[in-house]
């Protein structure tokens, strides 16, 4: 029955349980899980096979917990944290594979196709038999799906590289935009980006500094030969000043740059001994063409960014799965998510607790666009908490915002503010805890595939507002 298994699977993700076998041995050994499934223990073969023909029902089914948690008072949207984690994929990091290896694998596999297909034609016409009876069915003869997930693995290479060179020319445009720029004396703001038009820029920049602070030696100079006094003090020396001291210290880098360049080379895993791929190539992975290598505090790991926002009342109002390591261009798509997640409440409560107050992210989410970006109010970070913490107490600001700030300089009144300092502070007492608990019930994903993925998310994030929505109706009660 779909409602047996369905309760099933939500009872056994809120206890963390995500495993098929393990869901029919607790079927037997757990009383609990014997009264779901009236003492009728279905096989793991048919829960694997429900969870993975009805995925698109989860998100819907997160949906309705979400209504019910607001019906009875929950899901207060005053703020809401967004933040991202690095979940395991159920595939191997040692499993990455470069394009000549794929290429040669998928090769492979058709010869042995052809030379199969050859053998069984040259015994059918030895024999006279013809009929096909007596043949396996294609789709049973590779029952692991083999060549299918290498066809895609190298679908995937070929998208990421052609990714990364629209990527790397758009980079080169935007550098000789900077250095035109900086040629023409306008100052930019931002580290000066890698490449071969690094020392041009910073050398642009040096030229501008000294211009500057010569410039002033000289009106002085002139003061002095006209027989008027200046006033204030002296100039400092043109090699001294800190603007001309940080633009050669820019130049003096980009020489030695230039001088021995060096290649990042991406370790594919702390402690692996082998090296399927050649460093700085473009890898997929065998087992889950879809996953990533992801960084972390504790190394790399095989899996996915699952990107997550918690309400005040800690409870779950959306989710996705990016294939992405860095958080900026989840920002917008979540804040849609959450927008539409209220909406939706709003519209059937019309209570004011389901209207977004403020969206906090962190530093990871920091950039001009999604400053920018239309949509509710915001405050993101834009350095580290500890540091930011520190500026709000030395260099408090008052007030309304300036009106020809830019965004970022919005921001950074707005985060030096006692109450943007105070309401900033409620990000990771938001999203942290939550991300932690989520984890206890899903640290690693037992499906493959991004679609897949995002399924079982949306059956975990469930599972975490159903324990949300009881606790909360038995402590009430």
Request: with cysteine; net charge positive; aromatic share 4%.
């Amino acid at each position: 029955d779909p409602d047996l298994l369905l309760a099933l699977l939500i009872y056994a993700y809120c206890h963390g349980v995500r495993s098929s076998r393990q869901i029919q041995q607790r079927c037997v050994t757990d009383v609990a899980f014997r009264v779901l499934c009236a003492q009728d223990v279905p096989d793991h073969t048919t829960i694997a096979r429900f969870r993975a023909e009805h995925q698109e029902v989860f998100a819907g089914l997160f949906t309705q917990v979400l209504q019910i948690a607001a019906a009875v008072g929950l899901a207060r949207f005053g703020t809401v944290a967004i933040d991202g984690t690095k979940i395991a994929a159920n595939a191997s990091m040692d499993a990455n594979r470069h394009r000549d290896w794929l290429v040669d694998e998928v090769d492979a596999l058709v010869r042995d196709a052809e030379q199969v297909d050859a053998a069984e034609d040259a015994t059918q016409h030895e024999t006279g038999d013809h009929g096909d009876g007596h043949r396996m069915p294609a789709g049973l003869r590779d029952r692991s799906g083999r060549a299918q997930r290498l066809r895609t693995a190298l679908a995937e290479i070929t998208a990421r590289e052609h990714a990364d060179e629209q990527a790397a020319q758009q980079r080169e445009a935007d550098a000789v935009q900077r250095l035109q720029q900086a040629q023409a004396g306008t100052p930019r703001v931002g580290r000066i980006p890698r490449g071969p038009h690094r020392l041009d820029e910073a050398r642009a920049h040096l030229a501008r500094a000294t211009a500057r602070q010569q410039a002033k030696h000289d009106r002085r100079a002139a003061l002095i030969a006209a027989g008027r006094r200046p006033t204030g003090r002296p100039p400092a020396p043109v090699e001294e000043h800190p603007h001309v001291v940080r633009a050669q210290r820019a130049v003096d880098s980009a020489l030695a740059e230039q001088d021995s360049p060096s290649v990042a080379e991406p370790t594919a895993a702390r402690g692996s001994t082998r090296k399927p791929h050649r460093p700085g190539e473009a890898v997929a992975n065998t087992s889950d063409p879809c996953s990533r290598l992801m960084p972390t505090r504790r190394g790399f790991l095989q899996g996915y960014n699952a990107q997550v926002a918690v309400t005040a009342d800690q409870l779950i109002a959306a989710v996705q799965v990016g294939q992405s390591s860095n958080d900026q261009a989840a920002f917008v798509p979540m804040m849609r998510a959450v927008e539409q997640a209220a909406g939706q409440l709003h519209e059937r409560t019309g209570h004011p607790e389901h209207v977004i107050g403020t969206v906090l992210a962190d530093a990871g989410y920091s950039s001009d666009a999604n400053l920018a970006a239309p949509g509710p109010d915001r405050l993101i970070a834009l350095g580290k908490a500890r540091d930011q913490a520190r500026t709000s107490r030395a260099a408090p600001a008052d007030g309304p915002t300036p009106a020809e700030a830019t965004p970022r300089e919005a921001m950074r009144h707005r985060l030096r503010t006692e109450y943007g300092a105070q309401l900033y502070k409620r990000r990771g007492a938001t999203v942290e805890p939550g991300i932690g608990n989520l984890k206890k019930i899903l640290d690693r994903f037992s499906r493959r595939g991004l679609a897949a993925a995002t399924s079982e998310l949306h059956l975990a994030a469930t599972a975490f507002n159903l324990r949300k929505l009881h606790l909360a109706i038995a402590l009430g009660a």
